[in-house]
């Protein structure tokens, strides 16, 4: 699991995976398509899932916590 200033963010295989999954497609037929077993699909699918959860959960903390983005844009170029 690769981590950014922000926290966790997504693997290129979940990237993908929420990409085909967005497309219609289930997971046995992403599973074929990337040539990895369904169980896996699901699962990556699932951590997927859980992490953009995680990261709604905390920009949704920091709306009504009042924090303020500016600063942090202003440093990282935003």
Do not use: C
């Amino acid at each position: 699991m690769q981590k950014g200033s922000g926290g966790m963010v997504l693997t290129e295989r979940e990237r993908r995976i929420l990409e085909l999954a967005n497309q219609g497609l289930s997971d046995y037929k992403i599973a074929r398509k990337l040539n990895i077993n369904p169980p896996t699909v699901s699962r990556l699918h699932k951590n997927a899932q859980r992490k953009l959860a995680y990261a709604i959960a905390d920009i949704e903390w920091a709306t009504k916590t009042g924090l303020d983005f500016s600063e942090f844009d202003a440093e990282n170029g935003g």
